[in-house]
């Protein structure tokens, strides 16, 4: 792909607009202190556009991508968590608990369809995937990766079962990454979409609305610092600073933890492009 956009520059203006200089210093060394965790995500929407993938491969990409996201269960976990804290006998400060628990809900509002006539982001997906692998063989287990598996249920624990400021930075860090990524994803599915199949313009436009809706009016930003408000208020509830060392760590292990994920996925990708006839060489992937 031409001019490749990188992750890491989509998201750093949006860093700049958190008010919490320790919170933007620990949000940016997690970008810039896991570079080859960076280049392992980014690389797979590189290759996309390279060739017309087998039905396997392509399942495989879908059925893992999806583990990646759509975490509606785990925010509405971390919600109900901060609502039954807001409701417990003696609760310090319920207005910031339960504000902070609608802050985080909210970042769910457009998966689940509200004021979008109910057309939810796990459709959206359904679109993407079909048009991408034709059919819904994607959704059978054996096309997700182990790893995409295993990086879901850190999420969820995270946010269900560790401590609230964990669930919180957890969500936080995936919603200023989804950003990211997302942007990056944007242009290589496109480009697969318009170069590898035979879609009219209004599929192919069609086939990346759920990338796109992400991108779009930056709908993932605004969920990041709608986070950052929501940990504000749980802080100022309990009376406690933000633990930066614990934040550093979890925002380099999202990333450590995705990178896996990506990684096989590449493998696989150049694999199959090292089996075809007239292979591409690594130079022309990156064209």
Not at 16 to 21: D, G, H, L
Not at 183 to 188: I, N, R
Request: net charge negative; glycine share 6%.
């Amino acid at each position: 792909m031409d001019n490749p956009i990188s992750l890491g520059a989509v998201v750093d203006p949006v860093i700049s607009r958190v008010p919490s200089p320790v919170l933007r210093e620990a949000l940016r060394r997690a970008f810039t202190g896991e570079q080859a965790a960076l280049a392992s995500i980014e690389e797979p929407f590189r290759i996309l556009p390279s060739s017309a993938w087998s039905a396997e491969l392509l399942c495989t990409f879908a059925g893992s991508w999806k583990a990646t996201h759509l975490k509606m269960l785990a925010i509405y976990g971390l919600s109900c968590r901060l609502h039954r804290l807001a409701e417990r006998p003696g609760a310090a400060d319920r207005e910031d608990l339960w504000i902070a628990a609608a802050r985080n809900a909210s970042t769910s509002h457009e998966d689940l369809g509200l004021d979008f006539d109910g057309h939810t982001h796990a459709e959206l997906y359904d679109d993407f995937a079909e048009a991408l692998t034709g059919g819904d063989l994607w959704q059978l287990r054996r096309y997700r990766l182990p790893e995409a598996h295993g990086f879901g249920r850190w999420v969820y624990r995270n946010m269900v079962v560790e401590d609230i400021p964990d669930g919180l930075l957890t969500n936080m860090f995936s919603e200023i990454y989804n950003h990211g990524e997302y942007s990056v994803a944007l242009p290589a599915a496109q480009a697969y979409f318009r170069q590898r199949t035979g879609l009219s313009e209004s599929e192919r436009a069609s086939a990346v609305t759920y990338i796109a809706a992400h991108v779009e009016d930056d709908t993932e930003a605004d969920h990041f610092l709608v986070v950052v408000d929501a940990l504000d208020r749980y802080l100022a509830a309990i009376g406690a600073q933000l633990d930066t060392t614990r934040a550093r760590y979890i925002f380099g292990a999202y990333l450590r933890n995705l990178a896996p994920v990506m990684r096989q996925l590449t493998e696989r990708m150049r694999s199959e492009l090292a089996s075809q006839p007239a292979a591409l060489s690594a130079s022309s992937v990156h064209a």
